[in-house]
């Protein structure tokens, strides 16, 4: 982009995507911020465009997000992220009936896991229990690739999960503690038949990521739009309640240490 | 700093627990600590998510010897509701929607299109007692006159009852669609407003219904609705200031409809007719009360609204400009209805019956608009410059 307006890359992984862009382009344009956005199928095509520089910014997943920086070399530039990107857990939850006690007992059993490329669902909740001593060997594994290429953002694969819990074809399964909640909170969790079991360490989710070569301006106009956007603004609530936050927050990268580890032991 | 303790027994997060905790940290200010006992191991993998999820912190756990946890949270900074008032606010916010006064309001919520806004401008402090006598007021036309009284009248009185119930139900239809118009800017704040109007459109519906009735139950038909009728109702109708719609519709158009009505009971050719015109009228009455009060309360805080009224009242005789008298099929037919009759002796009272009928309307109004706040000269001037219409 030769212009000034800054070129958003994001990832069409709902219809309310549009919804969401259009109106943070809107709030960006109010506030004298030019701003457009692309939005992509998938998050290696996003990848790609970022750092072919066809793209100023991009809202990446925890996983392309650390492809990123693997790419990058570190080089590359975090904008922000979600409150609710920050100490993200995932869940082990099991079927009560199953009689799991610890995550010891889970050798010879099935756990159900998300889409194989879903930080929550899939990559850190294995590396975690890999960690703590697990032997995923002798663990069954049911995984549900649904969506490849969305990272797990659809929470399809999380929502298999649970309902192969509630029908007994899984003992165990694991899931993002953000789908946990919210799916308690609206009631479509059975508590007599299916509970949380143990808890991941805290990671990082999502982050706007640019490349070391953007002209240093207009990030800082793309972060001065963002951080300006508040929760208790009418105007700003509904696509703040769309896309899953309350509050912008600046970039920290400790928080993808553990993703880059199972990365580490995915490439040797 | 306030504290709240609550004993959450075995409930699971996800079954049933939140039914516990969230109204307990309602009860906090941000920074209150709640504390949350339970006997569910379960809580302490769910109650910390749950808390990140909706900006709570989770301060931590302690066991106690009976084998249950004690956790400890802080309420977070979102979500405080708007302290309930139930006072009638000076001034109405449109984010507070469809709340009723008096609910805790959660902030954020979309700014309604509400456009009466002002107390002073939009709720007279009588309004809740008409309202409760609308309420006890109301009347079923089917039932509540004797239509088995009509009987046929000679061929010139049906004519001139049809052409006079023509006429009043015309005037009403005008005065059930007029008052729509601001019922959905009003705020609900007042809603007493809104709900005055309610029983004052049902009232117009009735009236509507008996007038066009008495019109066919002697056999007769509908008579004329005449241009000057027209022009005088769509200049109601495109009335955009609810102030001077409840001045030109209610204090002036049904004030002097009050003494149509009366003139009407005075010469009624049967008792079905005399009772329908008194019970519209007493409901008449009540409209021009609400109107008075919306009126006098208005201007008694916003003494510039005189010359507004003013200039409305002027600007409709303006549009009215080209019009005569009282159109001449209700003038005729108020004559013959007057006389009982074609009869020329009896149509000579008839015309003289009307011409004190034009003379008392002109009284009563001068009357109702000194009452409303305007001085004498002003009240004599608005007067004359009211339509011919009536209404």
């Known amino acids: 982009m030769s212009d000034s307006t800054i070129l958003v890359g994001a990832v069409a992984y709902d219809p309310k995507a549009v919804t969401i862009w259009e109106g943070i382009r809107e709030h960006f344009v109010g506030q004298g911020i030019a701003m457009d956005f692309v939005l992509f199928s998938n998050y290696e095509r996003q990848v790609e465009s970022l750092l072919q520089g066809h793209v100023d910014v991009a809202w990446n997943t925890p996983l392309a997000h650390a492809r990123v920086r693997r790419r990058t070399k570190n080089a590359s530039i975090s904008l922000g992220m979600r409150d609710s990107d920050r100490d993200f857990r995932a869940k082990i939850v099991v079927r009560r009936a199953a009689g799991l006690k610890s995550i010891q007992d889970l050798a010879g059993r099935t756990l159900a896991v998300g889409s194989r490329d879903s930080t929550q669902a899939r990559i850190l909740p294995l590396q975690f229990l890999r960690k703590a001593g697990v032997d995923l060997g002798k663990v069954k594994l049911l995984p549900f690739d649904t969506d490849v290429g969305k990272h797990g953002d659809t929470g399809t694969s999380e929502l298999e999960v649970l309902k192969a819990l509630h029908d007994g074809r899984a003992d165990a399964g694991a899931v993002g503690d953000l789908i946990w909640v919210l799916e308690q909170a609206a009631g479509r969790v059975d508590a007599s038949k299916v509970e949380a079991l143990w808890t991941t360490p805290p990671f990082d989710h999502c982050m706007f990521d640019a490349m070391p070569s953007a002209p240093k301006e207009k990030l800082e106009r793309f972060q001065k739009g963002l951080f300006s956007m508040e929760w208790e603004n009418p105007k700003h609530r509904r696509v703040l309640e769309l896309e899953g936050l309350k509050k912008w927050m600046p970039p920290r990268e400790e928080g993808y240490a553990s993703l880059h580890e199972a990365l580490d032991l995915d490439e040797k | ?391």
């Open chain 2, 1 to 391: 700093m306030s504290v709240v303790a609550i004993d959450g027994g075995d409930v699971p997060l996800g079954g049933g627990l939140l039914a516990l905790l969230r109204p307990a940290l309602a009860l906090l200010r941000p920074g209150g600590r709640l504390a949350l006992l339970s006997s569910t191991p379960s809580v302490a993998q769910d109650l910390p998510a749950w808390c990140r999820v909706e900006h709570h912190e989770y301060l931590g756990a302690e066991a106690l010897p009976d084998g249950r946890t004690t956790h400890l949270l802080a309420r977070g900074p979102l979500g405080i509701l708007r302290a309930a008032d139930s006072a009638i606010p000076e001034r109405a916010d449109p984010a507070t929607g469809f709340a009723p006064r008096g609910a805790s309001v959660e902030p954020g919520g979309p700014a309604y299109p509400f456009t009466l806004l002002e107390r002073d401008h939009v709720i007279p402090p009588e309004v809740a007692s008409l309202y409760e006598q609308a309420v006890s007021s109301q009347w079923v036309a089917a039932r509540d006159v004797p239509w088995a009284t009509v009987k046929p009248l000679p061929p010139a009185l049906e004519r001139a009852v049809g052409q006079t119930m023509t006429f009043l139900a015309e005037n009403e239809l005008s005065a059930l669609y007029v008052p729509s118009n601001f019922l959905p800017k009003i705020h609900p704040a007042y809603a007493e407003v809104a709900m005055f109007l309610a029983t004052q459109l049902n009232d117009e519906s009735r009236h509507i219904e008996v007038f066009l009735r008495r019109a066919r139950e002697g056999g007769g038909t509908l008579g004329v609705s005449s241009v000057t009728t027209s022009q005088s109702l769509l200049s109601l109708l495109e009335l955009t200031d609810f102030t001077e719609a409840a001045f030109l519709l209610s204090v002036l158009g049904e004030g002097t409809f009050l003494d149509l009505l009366k003139f009407v009971e005075r010469f009624a050719p049967d008792e079905a007719t005399l009772v329908l015109a008194q019970k519209a009228r007493v409901d008449e009455t009540r409209h021009v009360h609400f109107g008075l009060a919306h009126v006098r309360h208005a201007l008694g805080r916003d003494p510039s609204l005189y010359g507004r009224l003013e200039a409305a009242v002027r600007k409709r005789a303006a549009t009215m400009a080209s019009a005569g008298g009282v159109p001449a099929p209700l003038a005729d037919a108020l004559t013959i209805l007057a006389a009982g009759g074609a009869d020329p002796r009896g149509v000579r009272k008839g015309h003289e019956a009307f011409r004190e009928l034009l003379e008392t309307m002109h009284q009563n109004r001068t009357k109702r608009l000194e009452h409303a706040g305007f001085s004498p000269e002003q009240a004599k001037t608005l007067s004359d410059l009211h339509t011919p219409n009536f209404m």
